[in-house]
């Protein structure tokens, strides 16, 4: 009786702490992405050394009140999943860590650069923002989308470079080595500044053959940015008709990322819906 009634509590814990297609999970995310910006924001505002040395005192207990309450988090998603070492050496769980050890550091080192540094070490808690439920969901949706068009895009990429590489071999051969064509990298740079629309305007062809190359590699450029977008387009769409609400992390070890027609954790093997 009392090993069901624990196995209960601690679905129903994490539920709330990991899923967010809930009311309780979705209030968690809420208030737990309210912290986040808050705590950010104390530490940003510490950084201003006028109101550092008036709130400073202010500042500190206010981060100290967060760590607590991160603290009371991560210890709550340790208890919630069968194998919390999973979790720890998760790529979010040492987010968590690390985001959590400064504060605590602090005091035992004090001195001025070092607290710097802590300061700096904490603003990795932004990264929680990812983790969340709603968030997690469409960060999910949007890999398998990237996914099926990585290979789309490397070809696309490696067609543009080698089309960077023939237009500033061609540029240097028609500038004759002037106005900063001085070689052939140098020309492969403005190659890439040119088609990518960026126009640094560093190196600038002067002959009028020069500034016909130039006007080809612009229109090159318009006409090439829609291609990668097209690709990405086709393939979060091919990822919309494979959605599949399904929960956002196994109860057993909190992996993520399972497939769309899911049953078992592929990590573990352990039920995501039991």
Same mark, same amino acid.
């Given at each position: 009786?009392?090993?069901?009634?624990?196995?209960?509590?601690?679905?129903?814990?994490?539920?709330?702490?990991?899923?967010?297609?809930?009311?309780?999970?979705?209030?968690?995310?809420?208030?737990?992405?309210?912290?986040?910006?808050?705590?950010?924001?104390? %530490?940003? *505002?510490?950084? &201003?050394?006028? !109101?550092?040395?008036?709130? /400073?005192?202010?500042?500190?207990?206010? #981060?100290?009140?967060?760590?607590?309450?991160?603290?009371?988090?991560?210890?709550?998603?340790?208890?919630?999943?069968?194998?919390?070492?999973?979790?720890?050496?998760?790529?979010?769980?040492?987010?968590?860590?690390?985001?959590?050890?400064?504060?605590?550091?602090?005091?035992?080192?004090?001195?001025?650069?070092?607290?710097?540094?802590?300061?700096?070490?904490?603003?990795?808690?932004?990264?929680?923002?990812?983790?969340?439920?709603?968030?997690?969901?469409?960060?999910?949706?949007?890999?398998?989308?990237?996914?099926?068009?990585?290979?789309?895009?490397? %070809?696309? *990429?490696?067609? &543009?470079?080698? !089309?960077?590489?023939?237009? /500033?071999?061609?540029?240097?051969?028609? #500038?004759?080595?002037?106005?900063?064509?001085?070689?052939?990298?140098?020309?492969?740079?403005?190659?890439?500044?040119?088609?990518?629309?960026?126009?640094?305007?560093?190196?600038?062809?002067?002959?009028?053959?020069?500034?016909?190359?130039?006007?080809?590699?612009?229109?090159?450029?318009?006409?090439?940015?829609?291609?990668?977008?097209?690709?990405?387009?086709?393939?979060?769409?091919?990822?919309?008709?494979?959605?599949?609400?399904?929960?956002?992390?196994?109860?057993?070890?909190?992996?993520?990322?399972?497939?769309?027609?899911?049953?078992?954790?592929?990590?573990?093997?352990?039920?995501?819906?039991?």
């Amino acid at each position: 009786m009392a090993s069901s009634t624990t196995k209960h509590w601690r679905f129903r814990l994490h539920e709330i702490i990991y899923e967010s297609n809930t009311p309780a999970g979705k209030a968690f995310d809420v208030a737990l992405l309210f912290a986040i910006f808050t705590s950010i924001m104390v %530490i940003m *505002l510490d950084s &201003v050394e006028s !109101l550092h040395k008036e709130y /400073g005192n202010v500042f500190s207990t206010i #981060e100290w009140v967060f760590t607590a309450l991160f603290t009371i988090e991560y210890t709550l998603r340790l208890i919630s999943i069968r194998t919390p070492i999973k979790y720890v050496f998760s790529l979010l769980g040492i987010i968590d860590l690390i985001a959590l050890i400064p504060s605590y550091l602090s005091i035992f080192f004090v001195g001025a650069q070092s607290l710097l540094v802590f300061r700096a070490l904490r603003l990795l808690r932004v990264f929680r923002i990812f983790k969340l439920g709603q968030f997690l969901t469409e960060i999910n949706f949007l890999k398998l989308a990237l996914k099926g068009s990585v290979r789309k895009i490397s %070809i696309f *990429l490696l067609t &543009v470079l080698t !089309l960077t590489v023939i237009l /500033g071999s061609i540029m240097y051969l028609v #500038e004759k080595r002037e106005n900063g064509f001085s070689n052939i990298p140098e020309s492969i740079y403005w190659a890439i500044v040119t088609i990518t629309t960026v126009g640094y305007g560093d190196i600038s062809p002067i002959t009028p053959m020069g500034k016909f190359v130039a006007s080809v590699v612009m229109l090159i450029g318009y006409a090439i940015i829609a291609v990668p977008t097209g690709i990405l387009t086709h393939d979060l769409a091919m990822a919309a008709r494979q959605k599949k609400e399904l929960p956002e992390s196994c109860p057993n070890c909190s992996s993520e990322g399972h497939d769309s027609d899911a049953l078992f954790c592929k990590f573990c093997g352990s039920s995501l819906y039991s």
